[in-house]
């Protein structure tokens, strides 16, 4: 898998006895959560594991070189079964999900580190998210945060259809791919779907929303995209991880200076 972690940030990379001497209650370890599933027919089942990647890479690229922030590796399976149907979807189930990270954060503690960041790419997986980080929390003692996507970047020029409704394969995602793998993204292979219509409100809505239906996406969008690809380009992908991981930074940043704030 292509990876942007900068190597001295890489939790893997180090051996036993450096992890020994890090400052365990200051350091900041941050557990990518994505998924490994269909993106439609122009972008590779590993998008989410690869924006994932991409994005805290740069931004742990931010932080000042003394920060003790590293990144595990990721949990690349996730709870993806709105897209089961699709040939290469990948999903496991919620409690499996849940298990794995409860036993990582089991090992975490247990080596005595008191800071832990779930950062999530995977829609299917934020309720898990939000359940485990107050389910370590209360068993481990660990400080948990939460980390969504873009942390709340502004993706500028992008329309509020395609900001409210492109969640999954669209404009966002795929100039993502395209200014950092190009090679991944079949740009001749493009499809079109939303799931709703901002100018046709409704009170039943399938997201972010007081009423909602539970949706399969293969009930809604044929061709598995969820949003328009056509307007990417490798420029606005280029534009958007800079205001992505900018905020992701000052995140974290936020996150391990917590500490100086809040006790345990």
């Known amino acids: 898998m292509q990876t942007w972690i900068p190597a001295s940030r890489n939790f893997a990379y180090l051996n036993w006895k450096q992890v020994e001497a890090l400052p365990k209650d200051r350091t900041l370890l941050v557990l990518p959560t994505a998924a490994i599933e269909q993106h439609g027919h122009h972008l590779p089942l590993a998008t989410d594991t690869l924006i994932n990647n991409l994005l805290l890479g740069k931004s742990l690229e931010k932080l000042p070189n003394d920060a003790p922030v590293y990144a595990l590796p990721p949990v690349c399976y996730g709870k993806s079964n709105e897209h089961i149907g699709f040939p290469g979807t990948l999903s496991v189930s919620a409690s499996t999900f849940m298990a794995v990270i409860r036993d990582l954060g089991s090992s975490i503690a247990s080596a005595g580190f008191k800071k832990l960041v779930l950062y999530n790419t995977h829609g299917g997986n934020s309720s898990l998210v939000d359940v485990m980080a ?122 391990l200076q917590y500490e100086n704030h809040h006790k345990l």
């Open 134 to 255: 107050r389910d370590l929390r209360a068993e481990f003692n660990l400080r948990v945060f939460c980390l969504y996507g873009s942390a709340g970047a502004p993706f500028t020029g992008v329309s509020k259809q395609e900001k409210t409704y492109g969640f999954h394969a669209g404009e966002i995602e795929t100039s993502l791919l395209l200014a950092s793998a190009p090679s991944l993204v079949n740009t001749t292979a493009y499809t079109t779907n939303y799931i709703a219509n901002i100018e046709q409100p409704e009170l039943l809505l399938p997201e972010n929303a007081s009423a909602t239906f539970a949706w399969l996406t293969r009930d809604i969008a044929p061709s598995g995209v969820m949003g328009d690809p056509t307007a990417s380009t490798p420029e606005k992908g280029e534009l958007w991880i800079e205001e992505a991981t900018t905020k992701i930074a000052a995140a974290l940043e936020a996150m």
